[in-house]
C-alpha cells in the first residue's frame, strides 16, 4: 500500500502509473485497492483524480488497437481531507465526515491500510513571523504532542520552533503511519534538516527510527 498525503495535483501517483514499475499483471489490483492519495484544497482534488485516472486508463491500452482493456474504473483512493487531522478524532472531521459519507468510507478503508510507502511533497509553513501574517499555523494536539516527545526531546537546541514546521511534522506523521512492519518514506523537502542547529532532535529521531537513509542533496533551501 501506497500513499501521497499531500498530492497536489497527483504527480507522484501519476508518475508511478507510467514508470513501470507496477508490473501490467498487478496494475489494476493496485489501483482499485492499493494506491491512496489525500488532498485538502478541492480543485487539486479533482484535478489529482482525472489525473491518476488517465494514467491508469492510458498503461492499460491495448498497442496494437489503442482501446482501454477494461471500462472506466474511478479512482477510489483518493481522499478529500487534512492528513493531519486522520490522527486527531476531533469534532471538525467528524462533521467533514458526516457531510461527505463516501469521503468518510474512503478515510476508514485508508486508516485500515497497511501502509509500506509514503512518498510526496510535504507542505512547508513554520508559521507566522508577526501579528499581522495571518499564517499561524494550525494546531493538531496528537502530532503535536508526538513532536514534542521526540524531536525536540532529543534536542540540545534553545528554540526548537523549527521542528513544528508542517514539512517536518509530515516526517512525524509518516513515520507513526507505516505499517508496523516497517516501510519507506521519501519526501522532496527542503534541507534546513540536514545540518540546523535547532534540527538536532529530528536527526537523531531518524537515525533511531530507521535502518537506512538516503539524501539527495542538491545543495537548496527551498
Keep these: ?7 497536489g495535483t497527483g504527480t507522484f501517483i501519476t508518475r508511478l502509473l507510467q514508470s513501470g514499475l507496477i508490473p501490467e499483471k498487478d496494475l489494476e489490483r493496485k489501483y482499485r485497492h492499493e494506491l491512496h492519495a489525500n488532498e485538502i484544497v478541492l480543485l487539486a482534488y479533482y484535478i489529482a483524480a482525472v489525473n491518476i485516472e488517465n494514467a491508469f486508463h492510458d498503461a492499460t491500452l491495448d498497442p496494437d488497437d489503442g482501446i482501454g482493456k477494461e471500462k472506466y ?16 478524532n476531533d469534532a471538525s ?8 459519507p463516501q469521503n468518510s468510507d474512503r478515510v476508514e478503508r485508508q486508516k485500515k491500510a497497511p501502509l509500506r510507502v509514503i512518498i510526496g511533497n510535504p507542505p512547508y509553513s513554520v508559521g507566522q513571523k508577526n501579528a499581522n501574517d495571518n499564517a499561524q499555523n494550525q494546531k493538531y494536539n496528537v502530532l503535536d504532542s508526538r513532536v514534542e516527545i521526540t524531536y525536540a526531546r532529543d534536542s540540545k537546541a534553545t528554540s526548537v520552533k523549527a521542528l513544528y ?13 507505516l505499517d508496523e512492519n ?8 527542503n534541507g ?6 535547532g534540527m538536532d532532535g529530528f536527526r537523531k529521531s531518524l537515525e533511531k ?4 537513509i538516503y539524501v539527495f542533496n542538491l545543495r537548496g533551501n527551498q
Design 192 to 197: 534546513a534538516w540536514l545540518d540546523g542547529n
Design 209 to 212: 527510527e530507521f535502518s537506512s
Design 182 to 189: 516497517g516501510g519507506i518514506i521519501a519526501f522532496v523537502s
Design 1 to 7: 500500500h501506497i500513499l501521497d498525503p499531500f498530492t
Design 93 to 100: 472531521e467528524k462533521m467533514f465526515s458526516e457531510m461527505f
Design 73 to 88: 474504473i474511478p479512482f477510489d483512493g483518493i481522499v478529500l481531507t487534512d492528513t493531519f487531522q486522520l490522527g486527531e
Design 165 to 177: 514546521d508542517s514539512y517536518i511534522k509530515a516526517f512525524r506523521w509518516s513515520s507513526d503511519r
